[in-house]
């Protein structure tokens, strides 16, 4: 925490290399956490150097008591709201991102966790991995259902199948990513928060 504290310092009165090395130290795990809500690389990629780059130009004016990290994570997140709210994704979706107690189960104050914590680390993560392991028909019915936020018939008609087979679809993945998915509480959670 000290040494923290001693190179936010450094930051905070111009010291780039101080810079370079904080941003060496927490880039892949913010990286990471963008990765959470935005699922192309390059875009999670731009805002976590976006954000940055916002930190290194305001130096100066951010609060003394507000660690970096945690402005950091607070700025990557609003970004990927703004990011999801532009791409329209499910409302429900938006609402449990914006939703601070519920991002702090899984990233506890700011990242301020064990970094052998994989487990809440990496819930989103877990989840991503969980989804994309399901059969190809049944993922592409549970993301338009789930995260884009289609109608059944909508989801029948774009893929050619009756809406009793978009039912069936979701509840076996549904029963298939809670299976996977019983070792994180949190990920359950997530899931029920889901349409």
Request: charged share 30%; aromatic share 12%; proline share 2%.
């Amino acid at each position: 925490m000290i040494q923290e504290k001693k190179i936010a310092q450094q930051i905070r009165e111009g010291n780039l290399e101080a810079f370079q090395e904080f941003y060496k130290s927490y880039f892949r795990r913010l990286l990471n956490y963008a990765a959470m809500f935005i699922n192309q690389s390059d875009v999670a990629e731009d805002i976590v150097q976006e954000a940055f780059f916002k930190l290194w130009n305001n130096r100066e004016a951010i609060n003394e008591e507000q660690t970096l990290v945690g402005w950091l994570y607070r700025a990557i997140r609003n970004q990927c709201i703004n990011q999801l709210k532009q791409q329209k994704v499910h409302e429900k979706f938006i609402e449990f991102a914006s939703n601070y107690e519920a991002i702090d189960k899984v990233y506890k104050h700011d990242f301020e966790l064990p970094l052998n914590d994989a487990d809440d680390f990496y819930v989103w993560a877990e989840i991503k991995r969980a989804i994309e392991s399901l059969p190809e028909k049944r993922r592409e019915v549970y993301q338009l259902s789930k995260i884009e936020g289609h109608s059944h018939n909508e989801i029948a008609k774009e893929l050619a199948i009756t809406t009793k087979g978009v039912e069936r679809h979701i509840t076996l993945a549904n029963r298939a990513l809670r299976s996977k998915l019983k070792h994180l509480k949190t990920a359950i959670f997530v899931l029920a928060l889901l349409p």
